[in-house]
């Protein structure tokens, strides 16, 4: 257990330097401006005093006041309240009933005279309406019945600006902004003087008890509420969670992170509340006293003496420790006040502290405790990034807390410039924050994170920069463009502009670095990825803009641009292929490429794409070879394809391209063509005799009859033998492909019709492969023969031999056997048999209502 010294109570101005051996004077009010303590008394003097703060040998803190000066106002009525203006270096001053300004140095009045009358009590608006730093704004009682007025005081003037009626005698008041919370004769309420709205909050009973009301913060106030309550509301609802309960009837409170009041009796007790905890109380001669706040400490009067109640409250020795890096102390120290703070307010203060704790690991580069600490803490994560310069957007309009959770301005401070301390904590930076990016933490504040984190990963040439920017993100395009753009981050600049939907300006720019007008190597193959990108933009105004950048590059990457397009969305659209055809003519390779796309790999049975990519073949070929005799690989290359399109397709238009080929020596696609007119004659005639390819003719035969009936095939073999035996000017060559081709293809052949046609000179040993492939042809067709003649008699035996058991079973029907359904003779030889062996009547049988009789039942 640490023991906290909660607060000091020390003497400030004592009795003698006040008012000497007068003992009828007594202190009405005090009112404190930084180090000047103003004093008024019952007999209309106001004393000015000089406030110093030292510490003694002991380390303790003391004040000595030391007199200025005092002035008599001329009244001879006691000086009711002061209230200091700064800004306007003047003192309000409430006496008899008026509101004088005097000057805050030497007391005396303002030469234009200007004052309040009629006031009663007054306050001054901390929120006020107008803005102008020179002006304060004053709300005050007036001695008219039911009546509030405001006020706006300057240097040397005073000018009413609203007056309010109110349903009943106003006593207390208290202002913020335009909100006027009032104690009136029974009850409080709340009023905006603009709109004249009010609302009625609970009554009391003003005969019995002084009414108090307190400002404490934007549209919040305090109230003295019934059975010793001080209740905490706003303009839109009181805050019963945050209720002070008094043990005895509250006289006065001021609230300024304690409270404060007196109790009834012979003397007057001081109870301290430090936070929502009561510490303790101070008993003074006086019944009288007075309070006000002085540099987060309270100044207190009795009727003779003013005090400095100087508090150290718990989180000052929290603090305290934190200062001095105690962290694990400071930690146990706030949980062991659980007990004394009320939850919410605990969970509050700990969360804090546990925040500070953080930065002061932080500080040390104890980045895994200070990541827990934060964690805990649930931390603004804005904090931490506002410490490094320039990650916040220029858009954020987040401020530190205060109080500052630490002590530093930047992260260069907290480093003291050495950069690799620097370097540790960006390091940090960017590993918590794409750890909370997806988490609750980061709810509210995605923009900040995803933009920081962007920025830290671009400085230090992260490669998770494009995985931030190609998966769901926040980052602010404002902020991370020229921050991309300093860094020369071009390829990760472009994917910004994407995902934020700028799709034209990421291609503009990915464009510029293909060109070399901009320098940056995240991607060598930024060209295909930009190809890539086209073919699956849905924006088809940028696909048509930047195709023929794409197209002069490389035609045949530039291509896929529209052959990677989905086949239905390009039918279905203005990137539909008749339109991509027509635009590719100017590009001869990108044309070929698209149709190859449609034919071979979509499998478009369209006769004019077919027809189109013949002819682009064809045309191509016929310029490869007028240009050089010499064969080359590009002219081997596109006379495959031509050939594999002319033996695949059925749907180009065979005459047309006949027309143009018979008369060059493209032979082979010739006989092709041929073929797909089913003049094989022709054809094979080319391969014989104009190329003599003799394996080229076996092949024809092989692939035109492929699919067909094997009489089709036949009668292409022996047409090709034909070929080779009828010519007149027969040579061996002709004679051996002959040989060649009965040998390697008996079985496609007629024996006999061969025999009958081969010369009589040709030698059994030279067709002997023939003759024995042609014996083993006959003999495993005589046998597979056999074999189904004999598999179909054993079936037929099967069934015979079922039926005749079914005939072996018989039975008599004689005029004595009923039907097992009605139950009554047969008449005629006509029944039904079922499988059981149960006879029963035709009709019966047919009978819906037999379903529910079982026959099989009956014997």
């Avoid at 009682?141 to 040397?156: F, G, L, N, P, W």
């Avoid at 025999?755 to 003759?771: E, K």
Wanted: hydrophobic letters at 40%; proline letters at 3%.
């Amino acid at each position: 257990t640490m023991s906290v010294k909660a607060f000091e109570l020390v003497s400030a101005v004592e009795r003698e330097l006040l008012m000497g051996d007068k003992l009828r004077i007594n202190i009405e009010c005090i009112e404190c401006c930084g180090k000047n303590l103003y004093v008024g008394t019952n007999d209309c003097f106001i004393f000015h005093f000089l406030l110093e703060e030292r510490t003694s040998s002991g380390g303790k803190l003391r004040f000595s006041a030391t007199k200025q000066l005092h002035k008599y106002l001329g009244l001879k009525k006691p000086v009711n309240e002061l209230k200091a203006a700064s800004a306007l270096n003047r003192l309000l001053v409430l006496c008899d009933n008026s509101i004088t300004l005097v000057n805050m140095i030497n007391l005396e009045p303002i030469p234009s005279g200007a004052k309040i009358k009629g006031a009663l009590a007054f306050t001054v608006n901390e929120n006020p309406t107008n803005g102008d730093p020179f002006c304060v704004e004053v709300c005050i009682i007036s001695v008219k019945r039911r009546t509030i007025q405001i006020y706006m005081v300057y240097e040397d003037r005073v000018q009413i600006v609203k007056e309010v009626s109110t349903p009943e005698q106003p006593i207390a008041v208290a202002v913020d902004g335009y909100f006027l919370c009032l104690a009136l004769t029974t009850q409080y309420i709340i009023l905006n003087y603009n709109t004249g709205t009010s609302q009625d909050l609970f009554p009391y009973n003003s005969e019995e008890k002084r009414p108090i009301i307190k400002r404490i913060g934007r549209q919040e106030f305090l109230l003295a509420g019934p059975g010793g309550l001080a209740i905490f509301l706003t303009v839109s609802k009181i805050l019963n969670t945050n209720m002070l309960i008094w043990t005895q009837q509250i006289k006065g409170f001021l609230l300024s992170k304690f409270a404060f009041k007196a109790c009834d009796g012979e003397s007057s007790a001081f109870h301290v509340k430090l936070g929502l905890c009561q510490i303790r109380e101070f008993d003074f001669e006086s019944g009288n006293f007075v309070v006000c706040i002085h540099i987060g400490k309270l100044i207190l009067s009795t009727n003779k003496e003013v005090y400095i109640l100087v508090p150290l409250p718990l989180e000052k020795q929290i603090q305290d420790l934190l200062a001095s890096h105690r962290v694990e102390e400071a930690l146990v120290l706030a949980k062991g006040a659980r007990r004394n703070i009320p939850k919410e307010k605990f969970q509050v203060m700990y969360r804090r502290i546990l925040q500070q704790a953080g930065f002061i690991q932080f500080a040390q580069l104890q980045f895994l405790e200070a990541k827990e600490l934060f964690r805990s803490g649930q931390l603004d994560v804005r904090e931490l990034i506002s410490l490094y310069p320039f990650l916040m957007p220029s858009t954020s309009t987040f401020t530190r807390a205060h109080p500052p959770l630490h002590e530093y301005a930047d992260l260069n401070q907290l480093t003291q410039g050495n950069q690799e301390k620097i370097t540790k904590c960006k390091c940090f930076l960017m590993s918590y924050l794409n750890e909370i990016r997806s988490s609750d933490v980061a709810n509210g504040y995605k923009e900040d994170v995803d933009t920081a984190l962007l920025k830290l990963y671009a400085e230090a040439n992260h490669e998770s920069l494009l995985d931030l920017l190609v998966s769901e993100n926040s980052c602010l395009l404002v902020d991370s463009a020229p921050w991309l753009e300093k860094h020369k981050k071009y390829f990760a600049l472009g994917l910004l502009y994407h995902y934020s939907g700028q799709d034209d300006a990421a291609v503009q720019l990915w464009v510029k670095i293909v060109n070399g007008d901009l320098q940056d190597t995240t991607r060598s193959d930024l060209y295909e990825y930009i190809v890539d990108f086209l073919s699956f933009c849905s924006n088809h105004e940028l696909v048509w803009k930047y195709a023929d950048w794409a197209l002069q590059k490389n035609e045949k990457v530039g291509v896929q641009i529209f052959t990677k397009r989905p086949l239905e969305e390009q039918q279905t659209n203005s990137l539909n292929p008749d339109d991509a055809i027509k635009y590719l003519t100017r590009y001869p390779k990108a044309v070929t490429a698209y149709l190859e796309h449609l034919v071979l790999d979509q499998k478009v049975r369209k006769e004019k794409y077919h027809t189109h990519l013949a002819v682009l073949y064809l045309d191509e070929i016929l310029r490869f070879r007028s240009q050089s005799k010499e064969p080359s690989e590009g002219l081997t290359e596109l006379q495959a394809k031509l050939r594999h399109l002319l033996q695949q397709s059925d749907l180009y238009r065979v005459q047309l391209l006949l027309g143009k080929i018979k008369d060059t020596d493209l032979h082979m696609e010739c006989a092709m063509l041929y073929g797909k007119l089913e003049e094989h004659d022709k054809a094979l005639h080319l391969l014989v005799h104009k190329i003599r390819d003799f394996p080229a003719a076996e092949d024809y035969c092989l692939w035109n009859s492929e699919g067909r009936e094997s009489s089709y095939r036949r009668r292409l073999f022996h047409m090709l033998l034909s070929v080779y035996l009828d010519s007149a000017a027969s040579s061996d060559g002709l004679v051996m492909a002959a040989v060649d081709l009965l040998n390697n293809h008996a079985a496609e052949f007629d024996a006999v019709g061969v025999l009958r046609r081969v010369p009589d000179s040709w030698s059994i040993q030279l067709l002997s492969p023939f003759l024995m492939g042609a014996m083993r042809e006959s003999l495993h067709s005589d046998r597979m023969a056999q074999l189904s003649l004999g598999l179909a008699r054993a079936e037929n035996m099967i069934y015979k031999y079922d039926k005749v058991k079914l005939k072996g079973t018989s039975f008599v029907l004689s005029e004595k056997k009923i039907c097992q359904i009605c139950r009554r003779p047969f008449s005629e030889p006509v029944f039904v048999r079922y499988p059981s062996g149960t006879l029963v009547h035709t009709y019966c049988a047919a009978n819906k209502l037999s379903n529910s009789v079982n026959p099989n039942s009956h014997t």
